[in-house]
């Protein structure tokens, strides 16, 4: 078969492997969508294999690894069971059911492992599509703990959403305890804010949308934003005073990673704000006196999502009837994969996946 593999510096190419074999723990999937994620952006940008080189080498030693290895990329995996491994439970999975992929994976056993969060494995964490072969290809294996069931009522774009962008947007709006007593600021209008905008909305908050991209602007406007503002015409953080009588937005989350957004994203809230740090990567420069002290407003860095927490998101998705969906501005096949993460490196769009 042939997968997607990173080269660094803006290069990828399509290479050719053998089709995957479970093993005795293990499922293969075979892919229906492969979602983009704008993490995917620093693989394919920076320099070639650094997932891998960021590794110990025991931990490449104990996964079969160099840190030349050629790895599918792809880490929203979403599809259906095609084979099973012989110590699978058959009560839990059988072929042809509906999957998505938690794109981790960890020793299972520290404390980390064992509360669900295992992007934080002790033992150093496996990710799929970056230091394992991940969804951009039409199979995948993975380790059957790995495996969510996808509703009948979610799509495989939906589901491959759900896998990473949409869950981390849950969780974080999760950790802030979102409610309909709520206003919340929107910085970046990516995927992760576009799915914030639809769960926020369906939690009962009115949201207000930045971005510097007057496209991503009006889609979330058309996702159900109540305000939308294009912060290279105004100031961001005037027009959230503006919006809110003075007092500020509730609740913000950054999903951009840049310091003016996330700077914008503390000094916008409200006495006792709550903010959420998303957006991969960057620094940020507060008064820790002015911008957080005297106003009791209170950070949280967060990083994707528990398996758990994946679940509870598919689950809320289905039960609110959240058309995911809108967010998809580009879809496409596996030979355009050039095309397709040139167009996506702009990030002007609305979300993009591979589709099998």
Known sequence: MLGVVFKGHRKLALQSFDDPVPGDDDVVVEMKASGFCGSDLHHYRGAPGASLAAKSPGFLAEHGLSPESPVIAGHEPCGVIAELGRNVDRRAFRPGDRVMVYHYDGCRHCDPCRNGWVQMCERGSTVFGHTAHGGHAPFMRVPARSLIHLPAEIGYRAGAAISCGTGTA????????????????????????????????????????????????????????????????????????QWTAGRGATVAIDCSGVAAARLAA?????????????????????????????????????????????????????????DLDQQFSNRWQLAQAEQAYRQFDSQTAGKACFEF
């Open 170 to 241: 849950f969780g974080a709006l999760e950790r802030m305890e979102i409610s309909e007593r709520d206003t919340l600021a929107v910085f970046g209008l990516g995927p992760v804010g576009q799915s914030a905008i639809q769960l926020a909305r369906a939690m009962g908050a009115r949201t207000f949308a930045v971005d510097v991209c007057s496209d991503r602007v009006e889609r979330a406007r058309q996702l159900g934003a109540t305000q939308a503002v294009n912060s290279r015409e105004a100031d961001a953080v005037e027009a959230i005073l």
């Open 266 to 322: 503390v000094r916008c809230t409200a006495n006792w704000g709550r903010i959420a740090f998303v957006g991969v990567g960057g620094e940020v420069t507060l008064n820790v006196w002015s911008d957080l002290m005297m106003r009791q407003r209170s950070i949280i860095g967060h990083w994707t999502f528990s398996d758990v927490g994946m679940a509870r998101c598919v689950r809320f998705v289905a039960d609110h009837g959240i």
